[in-house]
T-cell receptor
């Protein structure tokens, strides 16, 4: 079956540091890949997405590139802020007859200190 | 454009009771999916409704059910509540744009079973 594996947290960084969160996936076919962010007490917000190999999704300084050869979709940000403290989820959508069925990773908590 | 609205935000119920959660999707979105989020199991897919029909179902017992109305609003029902049903229940409203799907989440309903 489909699965998503992401690095365990918490990841603790100082403000302005470089952030990488690793995400690898297993899926049949050509899934779409997503990063969602969850702030405390909130639901999930779509951060970025990529729908085919070599696509780069980007938003709010975050980037991720769909790498089919390594089945990866690592999230990066060059200079984090305290406001980036949240839990980040990597997810995939691989079912042709579904618009809303996502397979999520376990989530990675990021803590940014001033 | 209004986002996904889930009501209520918080709920406390007693073991053995039943509960109904509501989700109003983004206008024009025909797909509504439900997820359960717990610290131990992470984000798990419950089911998806599309144009009033359930078209995907996760691995949950029959105590968990749902429905979708003609205006795309959806309800989720859990009967005979157990302590383990305590969780954040998230609703996702999905659409397809340019051949690619996107799912947008509500803020969730926090259910506590005592």
């Amino acid at each position: 079956g489909n699965s998503v594996t992401q690095m365990e947290g918490p990841v603790t960084l100082s403000e302005e540091a470089f952030l990488t969160i690793n995400c690898t996936y297993t899926a049949t076919g050509y899934p779409s890949l997503f990063w969602y962010v969850q702030y405390p007490g909130e639901g999930l917000q779509l951060l970025l997405k990529a729908t085919k190999a070599d696509d780069k999704g980007s938003n709010k300084g975050f980037e991720a590139t769909y790498r089919k050869e390594t089945t990866s979709f690592h999230l990066e940000k060059g200079s984090v802020q305290v406001s980036d403290s949240a839990v980040y989820f990597c997810a995939l959508s691989a079912q042709a007859d579904s618009w809303g069925k996502l397979q999520f990773g376990a989530g990675t908590q990021v803590v940014v200190t001033p | 454009k209004a986002g996904v609205t889930q009501t209520p935000r918080y709920l406390i119920k007693t073991r053995g009771q039943q509960v109904t959660l509501s989700c109003s999707p983004i206008s024009g979105h025909r797909s509504v999916s439900w997820y359960q989020q717990t610290p131990g199991q992470g984000l798990q897919f419950l089911f998806e409704y599309f144009s009033e029909t359930q078209r995907n179902k996760g691995n949950f017992p029959g105590r968990f059910s749902g429905r979708q109305f003609s205006n795309s609003r959806s309800e989720m029902n859990v009967s005979t509540l157990e302590l383990g049903d305590s969780a954040l229940y998230l609703c996702a409203s999905s659409t397809k744009r340019q051949g690619n799907t996107e799912a947008f989440f509500g803020q969730g309903t926090r259910l506590t079973v005592v």
